[in-house]
């Protein structure tokens, strides 16, 4: 069963570092989204991306988030300076079509120090 | 805009007894309805979903949710639970129309005691 994958796993930076989380949707999806879990708190929605485009981002989305698409089949979320409040799951969702399921990678836990 | 309410952050049980988590959404616009679970150490994993037609919806695994409009409820229940169920479970909602994002409760985290 095709399902969503992400790496890494685990990553570790140091705060003011970039990092780049990486997903691979389920292949014949068309709606790519981010979240995040902070430890113990609720899954928060960041940005939805379709037809290489943002369709919608949260006020958690600021400056320091981009998303892109380079090729057929990634799809990254890029924070350019990390902050110690940035520390969480990552997690990346797909769906096939509008309305559809979203289907949830494994997620990237990334800490920074 | 939608909200998601579960009442309930902590739900411990004894293996083989029932169990009902509770889920309440606002929204003024028709939704789809989710629920999730989280495994220890483990990413979202989708338990079952309400999209249209029967307002009763059923999981492999013996979990069923009912949607009901009036209350704006999705209660998830399961008549007789496993060791293996205990995790973490969210209730989610989206809108029907195009490339609207969930939005998640806070997750009740279901204990199932040998």
């Known amino acids: 069963e095709p399902e969503v994958t992400q790496t890494p796993s685990h990553q570790v930076t140091q705060m003011g570092q970039e990092v780049i989380l990486r997903c691979v949707p389920i292949?014949?999806?068309?709606?790519f989204y981010w979240y995040r879990q902070i430890l113990g708190q609720k899954v928060e929605f960041l940005v939805s991306?379709?037809?290489?485009?943002?369709?919608?981002k949260s006020e958690i989305f600021d400056d320091q988030f981009s998303v892109e698409r380079p090729d057929g089949s990634n799809f990254t979320l890029k924070i350019r300076s990390t902050k110690l409040e940035d520390s969480a799951m990552y997690f990346c969702?797909?769906?096939?079509?509008?309305?559809?399921?979203?289907?949830f990678g494994p997620g990237t836990r990334l800490l920074v120090l | 805009a939608q909200s998601v309410t579960q009442l309930d952050s902590q739900v411990p049980v004894f293996e083989e007894a029932p169990v009902e988590l509770r889920c309440n959404y606002s929204?003024?616009?028709?939704?789809?309805l989710f629920w999730y679970v989280q495994y220890p150490n483990q990413g979202l994993q989708l338990l079952l979903k309400?999209?249209?037609?029967?307002?009763l919806v059923e999981s492999i695994n013996g979990f069923e949710a009912e949607f009901n409009k009036s209350q704006t409820s999705f209660h998830l229940r399961k008549p007789s639970v496993h060791i293996s169920d205990t995790a973490e479970y969210f209730c989610?909602?989206?809108?029907?129309?195009?490339?609207?994002?969930?939005?998640f409760g806070k997750g009740t985290r279901l204990s199932v005691i040998a």
């Open positions: 969702a797909s769906k096939r079509g509008p309305g559809g399921t979203q289907y």
């Open positions: 292949s014949n999806h068309l709606y």
């Open positions: 991306f379709y037809n290489n485009e943002i369709s919608e």
């Open positions: 929204s003024s616009v028709s939704v789809y």
């Open positions: 309400y999209l249209s037609g029967s307002t």
């Open positions: 989610a909602v989206s809108g029907v129309s195009g490339n609207t994002p969930l939005v």
